[in-house]
């Protein structure tokens, strides 16, 4: 079969507790097809699962959700809302730390928090390099949580550099510093932790 573009934004769930079974029929347990319904066509870049399910999309970033927090996800009760429009970075996975959601922007230069604010009552994806907004300009490639003994995020630059934030939600804390590695022909071409 040939491929839609409207399948770049499509997800595809299977049946509960059957991976295999995507067959939709009309029961709570049936697999679930959803396509983010937006003005234009963004593919689908990351999805990420914690007390809902988030989704990064070229264009966009989209909670997926039951109508309200007690119920359960099926195929009759699910919401898609776009919370944000910065749009996520193609091939870089968000992380999870905690209750943020950290993921690249688009254009690679920006590290944003993707958290609940009971103000708004809505998601909102913090720049986390405002301050620090140099320390990114050769476009970030890869990021990972290093847990202890420090809470870092590590990332790894296209150009072969490493550049980290500390990053303490709880304390307020959130400060960039850069890594230099070896002399002037080193270069880092791939992180874990």
Request: overall charge negative; charged content about 20%.
């Amino acid at each position: 079969p040939t491929r839609r573009s409207s399948d770049l934004q499509t997800l595809w769930a299977s049946k509960t507790s059957d991976y295999q079974n995507h067959q939709v029929v009309d029961l709570d347990e049936s697999a679930m097809v959803l396509t983010l319904n937006t003005d234009q066509v963004n593919v689908i870049e990351w999805i990420n699962a914690g007390s809902v399910l988030a989704v990064g999309t070229a264009g966009g970033e989209f909670i997926i959700s039951a109508s309200s927090e007690v119920d359960p996800l099926v195929p009759g009760n699910v919401r898609a809302v776009r919370h944000s429009t910065y749009g996520s970075r193609e091939k870089v996975a968000p992380l999870r730390v905690d209750q943020s959601l950290l993921f690249t922007q688009r254009s690679g230069k920006k590290l944003r928090e993707m958290i609940y604010d009971d103000a708004l009552n809505s998601y909102v994806a913090h720049d986390l390099t405002v301050l620090s907004d140099h320390i990114t300009n050769a476009t970030i490639k890869r990021i990972v949580f290093q847990q202890e003994p420090n809470r870092l995020i590590w990332a790894l630059l296209a150009d072969g550099t490493l550049s980290c934030l500390t990053y303490e939600r709880a304390q307020q804390v959130s400060a960039w510093h850069r890594h230099v590695v070896g002399g002037d022909d080193s270069f880092v071409e791939s992180i874990a932790s």
